[in-house]
């Protein structure tokens, strides 16, 4: 009985290390085959019954699906983008032109009604001309036509500019612009891009704050990120509103009559995304808003 039990064991701790290699060699042979597939050099080596075999056909499978996938998502990339090459190209003329005539219009001695629609056609030339430009752009951030390059950079530089082209129209509408205390923080951002990403928040608090309001732009550091808070004593948003502003083409109900075509926003949390940083807004509705962009740090 002895020897039996003793034979036993051995037998057990034998089908233990047999068990032990085979897994040992099934993980080695998982292992390759995902090396392989990562490299884009994976070909199925068992062509048995087993079931890493079967595995290997499942996974030949799914990388020639996702390779058929990838390469119809660059085909519709470049039409996408040959697409918004000819709209930029056919459109840029027939425009220019019009505002042009618009202008040699205006320049005329012409009755009072002629002259306001005069006024509605260059107005309205001008929107078109803003429409295709915000299209073209959004356009191309998404089919990666342009690419961001971020790099470290001042924000008190970012922020100074943006201001320098908000002023205008801010003081054309009669809205106070306070600029943030001069700061040394820094983030990691490309500077054209984020600078029209930040543009577009400060324009649309000038646009729904009205005469007599105030907008405050201030800049809070933390240890991964930059804040930089766009904060109006505008209309504010009402609540459920908040989650839909960067929708493409969202338009609030209450501001239809706006000049505007719901693309600012989105190219702005577009841009923001590009640099690896986001955009939140808290709102309350008859008491403005505060669009806070997010920049990583270096």
Known sequence: MKYVALAAVLLALAVLVYDRLRLRRTMNSLDRM???????????????????????????????????SAARLAEDRARVQALIADISHQTKTPIANLLLYAGLLADKDLPPDCRDCVAQLTAQAEKLQFLIASLVKAGRLETGAI?????????????????????????????????????????????????????????????????????????????????????????????????????????????????????????????????????????RLGEGSTFSLFLPKA
Request: aromatic share 8%; proline share 5%.
């Open 34 to 68: 995902l090396d392989d597939a990562v490299c884009g050099a994976f070909v199925p080596t068992h062509f048995d019954e087993s079931r890493l075999s079967a595995v290997e056909a499942r996974l030949k499978r799914y990388l020639d699906a996702s390779g058929t």
């Open 147 to 283: 690419e961001v390059h971020p790099k470290e950079a001042s924000v008190q530089a970012l922020v100074s500019a943006a201001l320098r082209e908000a002023t205008p129209k801010a003081a054309e509408k009669g809205v106070a612009l306070l600029a943030p205390p001069d700061t040394a923080a820094a983030a990691r951002f490309d500077p054209k891009w984020t600078q029209e990403a930040l543009g577009n928040l400060i324009d649309n608090a000038v646009k729904y704050t009205p005469s007599g309001g105030c907008i405050t732009v201030s800049v809070t550091p933390y240890e991964l990120f930059c804040r930089i808070d766009v904060a109006d004593t505008g209309i504010g948003l009402a609540e459920e509103e908040c989650g839909r502003v960067f929708q493409r083409f969202y338009r609030s109900p209450a501001v239809r009559g706006e000049q505007g075509v719901g693309l600012g926003l989105y190219l702005a949390r577009e841009i923001a995304a590009a640099n690896g940083g986001y955009i939140k807004v808290a709102s």
